[in-house]
């Protein structure tokens, strides 16, 4: 169908009142604070979300009541579908939901629900084509984005999703809506060039957000040390340069109104769910805009789900996990395929044995994308095929009184506040070695009113001290210095005999008498061989005896109840395997058998060896055969001097300064385990050429160990040396746990093998 709207100085809608819609689409007051907005009572958002992820229609066609019968067959109930802005207002103020109005018929004919995604800029056919004002690069080119503050382009978008909205409101296929908006707030990475400061954001900078904000420039001078005589010479400041916190603030306002004023918009004209995105990462923020807590607060204010992207990150879905429950907000997770096809199977492992870190407040999951593609064909059977037992997981995450703490201010524009480079990659190391239910509290959280540091018994800073730190410490509050005191303080619920290849999440019953435990078997190279020992008292059970189900069978597995009441069971999975315990009031059923060797105290190869051209052996070489540029690992496969050899790319071919060899070792093996290892490396000698011998230590993912420099005669030679001190924790780039630093990156390494031996 076709429907016009009229805009004009006071723009309507059809349905609306020009009154209603003013208030809606006026220029925003830019003072910092939200204003509050009048809105229905509305209902909050099922937590039944089972969705994938599809293009608007199939190659130009609707999406068929047989297609979505196919989803709906599988265990998925809703499919989101990115809009097109452009083809469905093909002009201003002209719709055309012919299309939409097919698929909604077809999705509700097959049970299934249909949840838009509305996009301004950056996906097909958006923005529509009669919008022109576009963010502008450094180079001078037109960017992808538009100019988040031109406001007539604001007020089209605005149109263009509460009209959607309104029509489909009450449709059966409708399943509520995805609140996005522009890239000022960068929750989508443009590549370098794509995107820049906009001559209409500068302006709304200098002539609305600096006055409301500073009120007089005399204030402003005296705040920053300044001399401008008016608010237009105050610079748009760039990262890095003079003032840039003062533009950071005010990026961070622009994001948090704009939704604000978005989302009450489209409450005026639904009550169906509503959702945000979250993309990126903890160290986005100050570059990007994608501060987690303004996305939490609006959907505390406006009962809307936000879907964390990215959701194969241990530390980022802790982090949602505890905003969800220190904002009563629903939280969703969504997997977004980045490996090779070889990697696909433990990444969805990954991510879907994560998912009871978001309960009790679990929004269901997300596929992206249901397009035929290799991750799709790998990827979305994984997902289904395990879907029945996520639906049916229930109870909370058994969280204890101890919490993790980041100062989120460098994001705020404090450029003296807590670096947030490697925050995230840290909680993911520290929750591998120590598997207990701490918390991730935020200076957001604080700032909000969502949590208080006076709740947890002892908090562990990430990336330094600040006021909230300060001000706990002075209250009587524990403030820790490094993760190991963290079991001084809550129990962990799961000890493992090794780390990285297994994770084990846990949702505790409401009466804590029970716990469905999910077991992910992560390494998409190696398997785990050990134990996993369960704890009551970290899993928030009651006090009592407990033993194992394998949920996915029915039987009880080997086990063993220790002294302290905690039940150790051996485990051997292969990489990417799934599993589910329950672990039920009594002990075991009769004849269920008893390991004497419980934890596992034992096994493991004490020596692990990576051979070029081979497979097998314990000790892998990443990135071999990867040609991307910019990546400072690229190995290929060659022949030198008669043996088959791993060669290092120059810093021409890869475009990068450094040149590395990274490897990874079965995280089973004793090696794995030993703080002093002995490497020898087999590599081809020759004058001016050699490695550094970097590896894990504790707290120092590039530890420089010792230097081989070779006697540079052009032949092949085996150097043999001591790593002390050592952590293995997979914390460098590709997950390695040590990389051969070449001399000189401007020529080749050649390496044929490399041994790890256990010596402690």
Not at 638 to 649: D, E, F, H, P, S
Request: hydrophobic share 40%; proline share 6%.
């Amino acid at each position: 169908m076709l429907r016009t709207v009229r805009r004009g100085a006071i723009p309507l809608m059809c349905g609306l009142a020009a009154s209603v819609f003013v208030a809606q689409y006026a220029t925003a007051d830019p003072a910092p604070a939200h204003a509050t907005s009048t809105q229905k009572t509305h209902a909050a958002p099922t937590s039944d979300y089972w969705a994938s992820q599809f293009q608007f229609d199939n190659n130009g066609t609707p999406w068929s009541t047989a297609d979505f019968a196919a989803i709906k067959a599988k265990g998925i109930d809703r499919a989101e579908l990115n809009m097109p802005w452009a083809k469905l207002e093909p002009s201003r103020g002209t719709f055309d939901f012919s299309e939409f109005d097919q698929e909604l018929a077809n999705a509700a004919a097959a049970g299934v629900k249909l949840v838009p995604i509305f996009w301004q800029s950056g996906w097909r056919d958006s923005p529509a084509t009669f919008e022109t004002d576009h963010e502008v690069t450094s180079t001078g080119a037109t960017g992808v984005a538009l100019a988040w503050w031109d406001q007539t382009e604001q007020n089209d978008y605005f149109a263009y999703v509460t009209a959607t909205v309104a029509h489909v409101t009450h449709n059966p296929g409708y399943g509520g809506a995805f609140m996005d908006y522009g890239h000022l707030d960068a929750q989508w990475l443009d590549s370098p060039g794509e995107g820049g400061w906009a001559p209409a954001d500068i302006a709304y900078f200098q002539t609305k957000w600096l006055p409301a904000t500073y009120k007089t420039i005399a204030a402003f001078n005296a705040k920053y040390g300044t001399s401008y005589t008016a608010f237009s010479q105050v610079p748009a400041a760039l990262p890095g340069a003079p003032l840039d916190s003062v533009y950071q603030a005010f990026r961070q306002w622009s994001v948090q109104d704009t939704y604000d004023r978005l989302t009450a918009a489209v409450r005026k004209v639904s009550d169906a769910p509503l959702f945000y995105y979250f993309g990126g990462h903890i160290a986005n923020a100050p570059q990007l805009g994608n501060l987690p807590d303004i996305f939490f607060n609006l959907a505390r204010k406006y009962h809307a789900t936000v879907v964390e992207d990215a959701a194969n990150s241990a530390g980022l879905s802790l982090l949602f996990g505890s905003l969800g429950r220190a904002y009563h907000v629903p939280v969703a997770q969504e997997w977004t395929v980045f490996g090779t096809d070889d990697q696909i199977p433990s990444e969805a492992v990954n991510w879907l044995s994560m998912y009871a870190m978001t309960l009790p407040y679990g929004g269901g999951e997300d596929f992206f994308i249901h397009d035929g593609t290799s991750k799709d064909v790998i990827g979305y059977p994984i997902y289904t095929s395990w879907l029945p037992q996520l639906q049916k997981l229930s109870g909370s995450f058994p969280t204890q009184p101890v919490a993790v703490y980041i100062d989120y201010s460098q994001a705020r524009g404090n450029d003296s506040g807590g670096a947030l480079n490697n925050v995230e990659n840290t909680i993911s190391a520290l929750w591998a070695g120590y598997q207990a239910g701490f918390s991730v509290v935020t200076s957001e959280e604080i700032a909000n009113h969502a949590d208080s540091l006076s709740h947890y018994r002892a908090v562990l800073p990430m990336n330094g001290s600040d006021a909230d730190i300060a001000a706990y410490q002075k209250a009587g509050g524990t403030v820790l210095s490094n993760g190991s005191q963290l079991a001084s303080y809550a129990p962990a619920y799961a000890d493992l005999t090794s780390q990285h290849a297994l994770q084990v999440v846990p949702a505790t019953a409401a009466d804590h008498r029970s716990a469905q435990i999910t077991l992910g078997e992560v390494s998409p190279s190696f398997g785990y061989t050990g134990s996993v020992t369960l704890h009551p008292d970290g899993l928030n059970l009651v006090h009592g005896t407990y033993h194992v189900v394998d949920a996915l069978t029915g039987q009880a597995p080997a086990q063993k109840v220790l002294a302290d009441g905690s039940v150790c069971v051996p485990v051997a999975m292969t990489s990417a395997q799934l599993d589910q315990w329950s672990m039920l009031p009594g002990s075991a059923p009769a004849g269920t058998p008893v390991p004497a060797d419980c934890p596992s105290s034992s096994g493991g190869a004490a020596s692990v060896t990576g051979t070029a051209g081979q497979t097998g052996g314990g000790l892998l070489f990443l990135s071999v055969g990867a040609t991307g540029l910019g990546g400072d690992g690229n190995l290929t496969q060659v022949t030198q001097g008669g043996q088959t050899a791993y060669q290092t790319w120059t810093s021409a071919q890869s475009g990068v300064t450094p040149a590395n060899v990274y490897l990874q070792l079965d995280p089973s093996s004793q090696v794995a385990k030993a703080s002093t290892v002995t490497a020898s490396i087999t590599y081809w000698s020759v004058a001016g050429q050699g490695f550094q011998v970097q590896y894990d230590s504790p707290g120092a993912p590039y530890f420089g160990g010792p230097t081989v420099a070779g006697s540079g005669t052009g032949s092949w030679q085996t150097a043999t040396v001591t790593l002390t001190n050592v952590q293995f924790a997979e914390l460098q780039n590709l997950s390695a746990d040590l990389r051969l630093a070449v001399t000189d990156p401007t020529k080749p390494l050649y390496v044929s093998s490399v041994t790890l031996s256990s010596a402690g």
